[in-house]
């Protein structure tokens, strides 16, 4: 099936303690992305790579990192700069200006 | 510099009555405009897009959505709501060749038997 695999679904982080969602995709797109949700609120969005070893920052970029070594992975970091990470993760990939397309999400937990 | 508004937070229909989801934008120039669904803890999923074709888009799971320039809308509807589209309704807007997409905060639709 083609589509958008995030993992975990669930994950706990402890303070000081960085963490990393993966994100593949086997759709042959060169743009991916990451978003964060929060309870009630639309999407923001944290990152996104136009290709392969190129990233930019999004509105909420700090406390998180990226790379993007391989077309079909875009993994986020939430490093322990972030203050408040709790919330849903969703990677995205698409053409620019066209349908983007999510993965499944993943919650991530302070504890 | 784009935006959007979705003008209810919270929708209540009674099942096999009309849905209305409304959608407001702006954008100084042709926009690309889409409605994704999300279902409790899931990633979204594309209902319809409008990509400058025809103003009035049909989606999957009987949803059409009409795109008025005059009135920079685009509002979601189905003729009759069914119990399995309670879920929250994103409109989002961006542009030909883009990387941005402005995201609406949402509208929560819930379906009443």
């Known amino acids: 099936d083609g589509g958008i695999t995030q993992s975990p679904k669930y994950l706990f982080r402890k303070e000081g303690q960085n963490v990393t969602l993966s994100c593949e995709q086997n759709l042959n797109h060169d743009a991916m992305y990451w978003y964060r949700q929060d309870p009630g609120q639309g999407l ?8 392969v070893n190129d990233f930019q920052k999004g509105d909420i970029a700090e406390g998180y990192s990226v790379s993007r070594e391989k077309k079909e992975s875009f993994p986020l970091t939430v490093t322990s700069a972030q203050k ?28 | 510099a784009q935006s959007v508004t979705q003008l ?9 009555t009309p849905v209305l989801l409304r959608c407001n934008y702006s954008s100084s120039y042709s926009p690309s405009l889409f409605w994704y669904v999300q279902h409790p803890n899931k990633g979204l ?19 059409e959505a009409e795109f008025k320039k005059s009135e920079t ?28 997409y402005i995201f609406g905060t949402g509208t929560r639709l819930k379906v009443l038997a």
């Open chain 2, 73 to 100: 809308s685009f509002h979601l509807t189905k003729p009759s709501a069914h119990m399995s589209d309670a879920a929250e309704y994103f409109c989002v807007v961006s542009g030909s060749g883009t990387y941005k």
């Open chain 1, 84 to 111: 408040n990470p709790t919330a849903f993760y969703l990677c995205a990939s698409g053409e620019p200006g066209n349908t983007i397309y999510f993965g499944e999400g993943s919650w991530l937990t302070v504890v």
């Open chain 2, 8 to 16: 209810d937070s919270h929708v209540s229909v009674s099942e096999g």
């Open chain 2, 45 to 63: 999923q594309l209902l319809l897009k409008y990509t400058s074709a025809a103003t009035l888009v049909k989606g999957i799971n009987g949803f």
């Open chain 1, 44 to 51: 923001r969005l944290i990152y996104y790579s136009q290709i």
